[in-house]
């Protein structure tokens, strides 16, 4: 399992298809602490970033790119993670791009990072999400997750 961590509570930025985001790393930036899974023997590592939410449907192939602005020292690591059950299923810090096929539909977290405490400017592109919300697989109302049940009610 990937060890992520933020030493202060944020806001996580929910994203739809197509959406194209202007995003900031600075100094004051939440601090996350991950490693990545796949490469055994990684170390924990801590980067300043943002987060972001979306759901996403079974089958649906989501593709994600940073690209830091012009005069950035900026170099971005994406770490995406399953929000049920907080594991790891994307990484990159080499391309600033990530491709990723959905196995369950649900609500999905992307940090954006900056590598080697690098801050600046980018923007942030995703498409392929299925434009149907998310469902949760439960259906007890008692084991419903209060912000799933929140964003059913509201679409």
Not at 40 to 62: C, R
Request: charged share 20%; hydrophobic share 30%.
């Amino acid at each position: 399992m990937i060890l992520v961590s933020s030493n202060l509570v944020g806001f996580a930025a929910p994203l739809k298809d197509g959406d194209t985001v202007n995003g900031f790393i600075r100094a004051n930036s939440p601090s996350f602490r991950f490693r990545n899974e796949s490469r055994t023997g990684s170390p924990v590592q801590a980067a300043p970033g943002e987060e972001y939410t979306f759901n996403a449907q079974s089958g649906d192939t989501i593709t994600i790119s940073v690209d830091p602005e012009d005069g950035s020292t900026l170099s971005p690591v994406l770490v995406l993670l399953a929000s049920d059950t907080g594991r790891q299923v994307a990484y990159d810090d080499v391309s600033g791009s990530l491709r990723y096929r959905v196995p369950v539909a649900g609500e999905y977290r992307l940090l954006v990072l900056g590598q080697n405490n690098t801050r600046g400017r980018y923007t942030l592109s995703i498409s392929g999400i299925n434009s149907q919300t998310a469902q949760n697989p439960s259906t007890s109302p008692s084991t419903t997750d209060p912000r799933r049940q929140l964003l059913q009610n509201d679409y």
